[in-house]
């Protein structure tokens, strides 16, 4: 198992940037894909962007936020980040940070980020 513990969200005008960040509780070697998804009101949860934690840290991205979004790690410290740029209003969710370590997955408990003037 693994706990994860976001951080990093909040209240953003459109145009600018937040980074999210995701700890997790043990060595993020064991895990095989970390990634984040998003919860708006009344929507389904959708996935933002996941990367590969070994094999060279490949990544994607939702359509919606290729270009604006960067997803990495730190294996050193355990953590995955999200820079998100160029936020709009339609980004306001909350964030939930998920690792898969076949065949389960584990979430964090997310962080709301808003997008309004």
């Known amino acids: 198992q693994v706990q994860l513990v976001e951080s990093g969200g909040g209240l953003v005008q459109p145009g600018g940037s937040l980074r999210l960040s995701c700890a997790a509780s043990r060595s993020i070697f064991s895990i095989n894909t970390m990634g984040w998804y998003r919860q708006a009101p009344g929507k389904q949860r959708e996935l933002v962007a996941q990367?590969?934690?070994?094999?060279?840290?490949?990544?994607n991205y939702a359509d919606s936020v290729k270009g604006r979004f960067t997803i990495s790690r730190d294996t050193a410290k355990n953590t995955m980040y999200l820079q998100m740029n160029s936020l709009k209003p339609e980004d306001t969710a909350v964030y939930f940070c998920?690792?898969?370590?076949?065949?389960?997955?584990?979430w964090g408990q997310g962080t709301q980020v808003t997008v309004s003037s």
């Open positions: 990367i590969t934690i070994t094999s060279g840290g490949s990544t």
């Open positions: 998920y690792a898969r370590i076949f065949p389960s997955n584990f």
